[in-house]
């Protein structure tokens, strides 16, 4: 819960009471019951905020917290759409380290677009051992 105070803290660009991060998170009266990215909303967050007895101001944390929950909706999308296509790509080159590093090359920003990444970069973006020449697709 500390590290969810944080975040939310972080986000907001105001430090969160505990009893708020608990409540956001949907432990109220001893339950346990979280809330999801799916069922977590502005009316959920401005409710914990308002039944506080701290004085705080719900658009304080709702406005930053919306722009951020947007912005992962739109990886979770992105990702949902490339994942296909980046598993067929490992499974047409058998997760050659080499034919990743090609690709990851072309994603580099400019000016280091197209030149060939060393292999310690390309193994530290796959998150994979100094050394690996090939690399498992985890889903």
Known sequence: ?????????EIAQY???????????????GTDTQLTPETFTAIQLSAAIMDSADNLTPQWYIEPLERHVQRLWHVAGVMNYIGPHLRALHESTEGEVTAAGLLLAELAPEPDRGKPLP????????KIEKGTLKYSWVA
């Open 119 to 126: 292999n310690s970069m390309t193994q530290l973006l796959l």
């Open 15 to 29: 430090l969160l009471p505990p009893r708020v991060v608990r409540r956001i998170l949907g432990f109220v009266d």
């Open 1 to 9: 819960m500390e590290y969810a105070g944080l975040l939310f803290s």
